[in-house]
């Protein structure tokens, strides 16, 4: 286990570059011209960047970019 010190400054920024990331994933994720084994590739690092996230963010910020079944796309 690590642990990491940070301001709120920093912690500000992380959860600013992890929302942008999970965004960017998450509209790719929707287009039918990328293949199925990258959307799963990229499924897979939604799922490590949400796990980071979720201990920087509030209950609220979180429930936003969880991940429902009735989000999921079909690849």
């Not at 499924?43 to 980071?52: C, T």
Request: aromatic share 10%.
């Amino acid at each position: 286990m690590l642990g990491l010190m940070i301001n709120d400054r920093e912690k500000q920024e992380i959860e600013y570059l992890l929302k942008r990331e999970m965004d960017e994933i998450l509209f790719d994720l929707k287009d039918s011209r990328i293949d199925h084994i990258v959307k799963r590739a990229m499924d897979e690092r939604y799922k490590i960047l949400f796990s980071l996230f979720k201990r920087f963010a509030s209950h609220k910020e979180c429930l936003k970019y969880m991940k429902t079944a009735a989000k999921k796309e079909t690849y």
